[in-house]
């Protein structure tokens, strides 16, 4: 592939990324190599700003799935402690672990 053709590609799918239309595991393996590929040197100024800037999109995709995830997780965290408020009654001390029933949890902090 000549350069033209690499920044070309990069353009297409910088911009498919940029709408978030790659994976996050795709995007992360991406950025591993823009990263291997800067590393290595041995690329015109030019390149290496195209490499750069592609770097900047691909991190900016997986920052938004990673942010997506941490949303989905503390949303059913949220859930899940809502879930065993409600099943408590609303009553403190609980700490959701069985016991023998000899008052373990059964008193206010």
Do not use: F, H
């Not at 290496?48 to 691909?58: F, K, T, V």
């Not at 997986?62 to 859930?79: I, K, M, N, S, T």
């Amino acid at each position: 592939m000549t350069a033209k053709t690499d920044e070309t590609s990069a353009n297409a799918i910088g911009a498919a990324g940029a709408a978030g239309a790659i994976g996050y595991e795709q995007a992360r393996d991406e950025l591993i190599e823009v990263v291997r590929r800067l590393e290595a040197g041995g690329t015109t100024l030019e390149e290496s700003l195209a490499l750069w800037e592609r770097g900047e999109e691909l991190a900016k995709v997986c920052r938004r799935w990673l942010d997506g995830a941490r949303a989905r997780l503390d949303a059913a965290l949220a859930e899940r402690d809502a879930g065993e408020a409600a099943g408590r009654g609303g009553v403190r001390g609980g700490d959701g672990v069985a016991g023998d029933g000899e008052g373990e949890g059964d008193s206010a902090p």
